[in-house]
């Protein structure tokens, strides 16, 4: 009786490690993908870095900006690349002021070679950024989503996940 008690609680066991062993891969992170970032800094040492993000196919220079809730691009980019509109406009306040804006969706956009989620942003018209060539700000609702993210000023690179 005690061995089959044994042999059971063993099997259980062996179970229940089988069990954890599978759900700690499928939680596991996939890999650390760089990314190359471009640093400009003011005569103060102020830091911006642009990140190169793809959408349709085109290469646009987004500022990425982890103090922002949302990513946002520019209003008439988002014509232009005909963007579907995904809702009613709506009117926000931001560190910049208020601003409205016309929620739309992103369906084929990639940083790097890491093709992202189709996602609603906001489209606004931008008048930060349009001096460095940025069309548009990748905030943390999509960096977020990669569970660790790095930025090396110094090296100029994005590490996403890992």
């Known amino acids: 009786m005690h061995k089959l008690i044994r ?3 063993g099997l259980f066991l062996l179970g229940g490690a089988l069990t ?3 759900a700690a891969g499928a939680g596991a992170q996939a890999p650390a993908t ?3 970032i471009k640093v400009l800094r003011n005569p103060d040492g102020e830091a911006v870095a642009l990140v190169q993000v793809s959408v349709s196919g085109q290469p646009l220079t987004f500022v990425l900006d982890t103090g922002a809730s949302e990513s946002v691009i520019s209003r008439s980019l988002a014509r232009s690349l005909h963007l579907p509109k995904a809702g009613r406009r709506r009117s926000s306040r931001s560190a910049g002021g208020q601003a409205v804006s016309q929620p739309v969706t992103v369906g084929n956009w990639q940083i790097g070679s ?3 989620a189709a996602r609603t942003i906001a489209s606004v018209k931008l008048g930060l950024g349009r001096d460095i060539g940025a069309v548009g700000l990748l905030g943390s609702d999509v960096l977020s989503t990669f569970g660790k993210v790095s930025i090396d000023y110094a ?3 994005l ?4």
Do not use: C, D, N
Not at 159 to 162: F, H, V
């Open 155 to 157: 090296h100029g690179i």
């Open 114 to 116: 890491i093709t992202l």
């Open 7 to 9: 042999r059971a609680l």
């Open 34 to 36: 760089q990314v190359p």
């Open 159 to 162: 590490t996403l996940g890992g």
């Open 20 to 22: 954890l062993a599978g």
